[in-house]
């Protein structure tokens, strides 16, 4: 298996333009997650899903940023409008059920000037 | 315990040296304590996940220990190379069982 993919690998966008995050979870993982790494906050969830259904989005951060998973194969996050502050590193994880560990994708690299 | 909370914050050793660090996390509704080690520039890579009181992993040099009655677990890492220097994540999973909750990690680096 190719892992967690994720798309783009690096982000660089102005101020108030949409972006779109993907991931594609590895075959057979029924749990999906996205985080965000910052200097300040370290790794925080910010959202998941089990079987393409979303369970917690309480880390969202606000209302410009939502996710969806249409199929078990892929899934987005998407800033609209997105602001200098959400610059991140954005990663994507997956897990069988339970007692998995979860297997993070290299994460997407975002810069909002 | 509110939070996962790791200690050293951070840690430098000799190439050769044995070195160990914690993690503290609430022991109510506890489900799971997984720990993963992260390089620069790369993703975090899962070591173990230990899920009952007094278990023992281990990977080669590095081992895990876990108490959930207290609420903290040790990884040791034995004879530490260069290639060892990365951040060591630990996080706990609630009874549900796929919710993480990360602890700040302890970034270890290893002089040659």
């Avoid at chain 1, 333009?17 to 965000?36: A, M, N």
């Avoid at chain 2, 000799?14 to 790369?42: I, M, V």
Wanted: with cysteine; net charge neutral.
């Amino acid at each position: 298996d190719a892992g967690v993919i994720q798309s783009p690998r690096h982000e660089v966008t102005e101020m108030g333009q949409e972006v779109t995050l993907r991931c594609k979870p590895i075959s057979g993982h029924d749990y999906l997650f996205w985080y965000r790494q910052t200097m300040m906050r370290g790794l925080e969830l910010l959202i998941y899903f089990n079987n393409n259904v979303p369970i917690d989005d309480s880390g969202m951060p606000e209302d410009r940023f939502s996710a969806k998973m249409p199929n078990a194969s892929f899934s987005t996050l998407k800033i609209q409008p997105s602001e200098p502050r959400d610059s991140a590193v954005y990663f994507c994880a997956s897990s069988a059920p339970r007692r998995g560990a979860q297997y993070f994708g290299p994460g997407t690299r975002l810069l909002v000037l | 315990i509110l939070n996962v909370e790791q200690s050293p914050q951070s840690l430098h050793v000799q190439e050769g040296d044995s070195t160990n660090f914690t993690c503290s996390f609430p022991s109510s509704n506890f489900y799971a304590l997984h720990w993963y080690r992260w390089e620069t520039a790369k993703s975090p890579e899962a070591l173990f996940v230990m899920t009952l009181n007094g278990d023992e992993k281990k990977k080669g040099r590095i081992s895990a220990t876990l108490n959930t009655k207290e609420g903290y677990s040790y990884l040791y890492i034995k004879g530490s190379q260069p290639e060892d220097s990365a951040t060591y994540l630990c996080a706990r999973t609630n009874n549900a069982g796929n919710m993480l909750t990360f602890g700040g990690g302890t970034r270890l680096m290893v002089k040659p």
